[in-house]
């Protein structure tokens, strides 16, 4: 066994350590607004619930390790004193990662996730309509844990609302565990899927995506693509390039034989079918050749 003072290591490996040890973590999507009237929408995974009269949630947004700066959330909190806590399904969770993006300030992550804003009943930020159980919040406390880079700040949210889509309910009118069908974080990229087990979600903290916002209205549309896989299409830095499109068909003759067909359904499966090997890039190859060759 190895003993580590965590002083004496830096503190994204002392962060690894600590996310790859202390999990599952449930996800709190937590949606603000703005001073300015600009929604904010973001997943934490150091969440929890700690009271339940009065019903009290617990979330904490770190400062960032690489330079020190505090996260919109953050700011939004403090400003306004309200969030809603959207918990985090597996049907939203590439959605969810997308929104994660380090987008600039002002950019709505609700239009690059795909996600569909509903008004709340007590506070101003927006719902996530997708998510199976909404809490509208006001901020009770806000708790700084440091000033360094890596340093949590708790925020204390008492639940003054809360929404649960029937569609989860038993007969009995409790959540069915397997029809919430949760999702949670462990270390690096892995997430842990409350009734099958683990798989992997690429973090886009390094790239912007072109977000679920930027997808050409004929795949947002197609009845084959679920808002996970919108989610995965839109966490793409750049599409391919016609050239690298053309190469792709040119080297791959099932991807040919496809296209050649008039059947968009089946095109769009041929896409589906990269995105279930993860493979985001060959995807849009498919569905950008039946586009460029219809020209």
């Known amino acids: 066994m190895i003993t580590i003072d965590p002083k004496s290591i830096d503190t994204v490996k002392l962060q690894g350590y600590l996310q790859s040890s202390v999990g599952p973590r449930p996800i709190a999507f937590a949606s603000t607004i703005g001073e300015n009237g600009v929604?904010?929408?973001?997943?934490?995974?150091?969440?929890?619930?700690?009271?339940?009269?009065?019903?009290?949630?617990?979330?904490?947004?770190?400062?960032?390790?690489?330079?020190?700066?505090?996260?919109?959330?953050?700011?939004?909190?403090?400003?306004?004193?309200?969030?809603?806590?959207?918990?985090?399904?597996?049907?939203?969770?590439?959605?969810?990662?997308?929104?994660?993006?380090?987008?600039a300030n002002g950019v709505d992550e609700f239009l690059k996730s795909g996600l569909t804003p509903v008004p709340s009943d007590v506070v101003k930020p927006f719902r996530v309509k997708e998510s199976p159980v909404q809490f509208e919040c006001k901020v009770t406390q806000i708790i700084p844990l440091g000033t360094e880079g890596g340093a949590g700040n708790l925020i204390l949210c008492e639940v003054v609302r809360m929404h649960i889509s029937e569609a989860i309910?038993?007969?009995?009118?409790?959540?069915?565990q397997h029809k919430i069908d949760l999702v949670s974080r462990l270390g690096a990229n892995w997430y842990s899927r409350s009734n099958q087990g683990l798989f992997e979600v690429p973090k886009p903290l390094t790239t912007?995506?072109?977000?679920?916002?930027?997808?050409?209205?004929?795949?947002?549309?197609?009845?084959?693509?679920?808002?996970n896989d919108l989610g995965m299409l839109g966490n793409i830095e750049a599409l391919p390039t016609t050239e690298e499109v053309s190469i792709f068909v040119n080297q791959n003759f099932a991807v040919k034989a496809v296209l050649s067909s008039d059947d968009q359904e089946k095109v769009h499966l041929e896409a589906k079918r990269y995105l279930l090997d993860n493979d985001v890039l060959s995807s849009w190859k498919v569905l950008l050749a039946k586009k460029i060759n219809s020209k």
């Open 39 to 103: 929604p904010n929408l973001s997943p934490f995974s150091f969440f929890n619930v700690f009271s339940a009269n009065p019903p009290i949630l617990i979330f904490s947004p770190a400062r960032r390790v690489r330079d020190n700066t505090i996260k919109h959330t953050l700011i939004n909190a403090e400003a306004t004193r309200e969030v809603v806590i959207n918990v985090v399904n597996y049907d939203i969770v590439q959605q969810t990662s997308l929104a994660s993006t380090e987008y």
């Open 169 to 176: 309910l038993n007969e009995n009118g409790a959540i069915d």
């Open 208 to 227: 912007l995506g072109i977000g679920v916002d930027a997808i050409p209205d004929f795949v947002k549309n197609s009845p084959v693509f679920d808002g």
